[in-house]
C-alpha cells in the first residue's frame, strides 16, 4: 500500500530471501520495481520473491545515481527489473509507459563484462512472469543498457518483456536451463517477449 515516485528506483528488494511486493504504486522512477542480488554482501543468493498486484507505470525520471552505483545501471523507463536472483514470480501487476522495457530479467554483469564476486550466484534462474496485465512499453529504450537491448534485438522498440539470455553454462542440459529453474511467461495478454541471447551477442561484439 505504498506509493513510490521520484526515485532512481521506486521499490528494490536487494539480496533478501522470501520477499513479497504488493498492492503498491511505482511512478516517475527510473526503474519502477526491482529486485536483485548485489556482489560482496554478507548475505547472498536472493529467493522466493513475489510482486503481485502491483501498478508499475511511467517510469519516466532520468537516472540519476552517482556513476559506479549499481542502481545507476538500471535503464530509465523500466517498469520491473529481475537480476541475479532465483525463484521469482510476479503476477497480478499493471505495467503501462515504461519506455525501455515493462520488464527486464537479466543477470549481473558490468558493461565491461566482469564478475566483481566469485562466490556470487549472477543467473537469474526459476522465473515464473504470468497473468499481468501490460500496457504500452519498450518504445523508448533509454541509457546505455537499454540501446544496448535494443542493438542487440536488432530494432528501435523493445517487447514488453525482456530477458538477455544469460544462462549458467554448468546448469545447461542440452544447452537449456532444466525445468526447476527455467523461464517461464505466459498468461500475460498480447504482451510480447524476447531473448536477447546477450551471450552470443557479446561474443560477436568482441570478435568485431
Known sequence: NSIAKYNVAGIEIENCYNADVYNNLATHNAGGLLVFDLPNLPQQGGHNVRFFNNRSIDNDTKNFA???????????????????????????????????????????????????????????QAI??????F???GFKPMGERGIMYAD???RKTLPDIVWDGIMNPKKLVN??????LGIYVENNGDADFVNL??????????SN
Open 66 to 124: 552517482p556513476i559506479g552505483n549499481i542502481v545507476g545501471d538500471t535503464p530509465t523507463g523500466t517498469g520491473l527489473m529481475i537480476m541475479a536472483n532465483n525463484h521469482v514470480e510476479a503476477f497480478g501487476n499493471y505495467f503501462d509507459g515504461n519506455g525501455t522495457a515493462n520488464v527486464i530479467l537479466r543477470a549481473y554483469y558490468t558493461m565491461a563484462k566482469k564478475k566483481d564476486d566469485p562466490n556470487m550466484d549472477v543467473y537469474p
Open 175 to 180: 544447452g537449456k536451463l532444466p525445468k526447476e
Open 135 to 137: 500496457g504500452t512499453g
Open 197 to 206: 541471447d546477450l551471450a552470443a551477442y557479446f561474443k560477436d561484439a568482441k
Open 152 to 154: 542487440a534485438a536488432g
Open 128 to 133: 515464473y512472469i504470468h497473468d499481468n496485465i
